[in-house]
């Protein structure tokens, strides 16, 4: 055994040996062969990753630490936000973010229950689900093709004097049209969450100013689970530039409480047994006072350590997966008259997550068969997740009541609830991969 005479030179020679290990066991140099298995999504690391979670290991701060920290400001930093907070998952940050619009403190702006928030139902369900859980009502919109994302032509029908906000998602990495959404909720003074689990890293340009999506609106949402752009395993984000969401995003995540003083920090403020508040006696503890209806979402330092290692190379990660896309995209052009393709939504540049491709019903070609074709050459598919969440088991108690409302009809998300499915285009994927897939896909509709 070595000797080590410092803890210091103990961390950098375990970090050697984990170096070591990455190289020797974990890095993949494996040319790919068709057969080999092709999945929509995964995690890419390296040894930094890994040499960073052995650095959170060996500190033992199990809860929010000096990662978490780093995290933050270097998120917020390349976003260009001026607040962000880590929680645990992409769905802890849409409860936050739709939590602190239900707080007193924004008076007549507060939602309470009955009333109204715009949203889809062909998404992601927990994008809806706080909506519901709290006893607002989400008002459900139609999408539109070839964008996938809210048809915005649908907006006025959908409006009332009871809507507050309007939560809505970028689609696997299309940003829905922020002119016109941003512009109808100034005209009726209405929040905006964007939910931007999908869409980490994709641009957005509004009367020439070019933002990364979930910058545009109030409060924007991002999801670290290992298929998305990046990853912490788990974990989420919540951010805003507004000060007084950022401060109720803090009191939402941390138990409710009164107090933003950090984990392991004491008195932050000054002003800890000084307060009075509520019908406690004055001078009592501010770290045990709750001025809100809260959870603990945060997440841990050993999480927040491999994120820091993937923010770097978010901007080499964004740029292969517009690769795979394009590739993806131009293979398959001479199905056009047989596939709907999938298109960038005007003035963006988006982030892509996925491949989406819808089946032409009246070809006679069905969408399992080619699923399941590709799935049999050991491709891994994926539907766009609820299709129309209106049609599932969780809304049998609540069908056919006020819980919620459908503006117009829900024909395109039903549509894409038959039809659609979407394949990878991660960082972990290469050419021959691509090539691959279009390959498969051109072969299923040629002999059907």
């Not at 909506?131 to 919109?141: D, H």
């Not at 991002?222 to 974990?235: A, K, L």
């Not at 002003?271 to 809260?294: A, I, M, N, Q």
Request: charged share 25%; hydrophobic share 35%.
């Amino acid at each position: 055994m070595e000797n080590w005479s410092t803890e210091s030179e103990a961390r950098e020679k375990i970090k050697e040996l984990v170096t070591k290990y990455y190289n020797d066991f974990k890095r993949n140099t494996r040319p790919f062969h068709q057969g080999d298995r092709i999945n929509y999504g995964g995690r890419v690391f390296d040894e930094r990753e890994m040499c960073n979670l052995t650095d959170a290991m060996l500190d033992f701060w199990l809860t929010s630490g000096r990662f978490s920290e780093k995290f933050e400001a270097g998120f917020a930093k390349w976003l260009g936000v001026k607040y962000a907070h880590l929680v645990n998952s992409g769905s802890s940050a849409n409860l936050i973010a739709f939590s602190v619009l239900t707080a007193p403190e924004l008076k007549e702006r507060q939602v309470k229950r009955g009333d109204e928030v715009i949203t889809v139902a062909c998404g992601f369900p927990t994008t809806v689900a706080p909506i519901l859980q709290y006893g607002a009502v989400p008002v459900f919109v139609d999408i539109a093709l070839p964008q996938y994302n809210i048809d915005t032509e649908l907006l006025e029908q959908a409006v009332t004097e009871k809507t507050k906000a309007v939560m809505l998602a970028h689609t696997l990495g299309n940003p829905f049209n922020l002119k016109v959404v941003t512009e109808f909720c100034h005209k009726y003074h209405l929040w905006l969450i964007e939910d931007n689990c999908d869409a980490l890293g994709s641009t957005y340009m509004l009367d020439g100013v070019t933002q990364y999506t979930g910058t545009w609106g109030d409060i924007g949402t991002g999801s670290f689970y290992p298929p998305h752009h990046m990853t912490m395993g788990e974990g989420g984000i919540v951010f805003t530039n507004h000060p007084l969401l950022h401060r109720l995003i803090l009191s939402y995540r941390d138990w409710g409480r009164d107090c933003v003083c950090p984990s392991g920090k004491d008195n932050y403020c000054g002003h800890r047994f000084s307060g009075t508040f509520g019908e406690l006696p004055t001078g009592y503890d501010h770290k045990y006072v709750y001025s809100h209806w809260g959870y603990n979402l945060k997440v841990t330092d050993m999480q927040a350590a491999v994120g820091c290692a993937q923010l770097e190379k978010m901007p080499e990660f964004i740029k292969t997966r517009n690769s795979h896309w394009k590739r993806l995209r131009n293979l398959l052009e001479e199905l056009k008259e047989v596939l709907i393709l999938p298109e960038a939504e005007a003035n963006s540049a988006p982030s892509w997550f996925g491949f989406l491709i819808s089946v032409k019903p009246e070809t006679g070609l069905c969408r399992d068969q080619i699923t399941g074709y590709l799935e049999q050459k050991n491709i891994q598919t994926r539907l766009l997740f609820s299709g129309n969440l209106t049609k599932h088991p969780c809304f049998t108690s609540i069908k056919d009541t006020d819980a919620y409302r459908i503006a117009g009809d829900l024909k395109i998300s039903d549509f894409v609830m038959n039809h659609t499915f979407w394949v990878g285009v991660y960082p972990g994927m290469t050419d021959s991969m691509i090539d691959y897939m279009a390959e498969c896909i051109k072969e299923c509709v040629k002999r059907t």
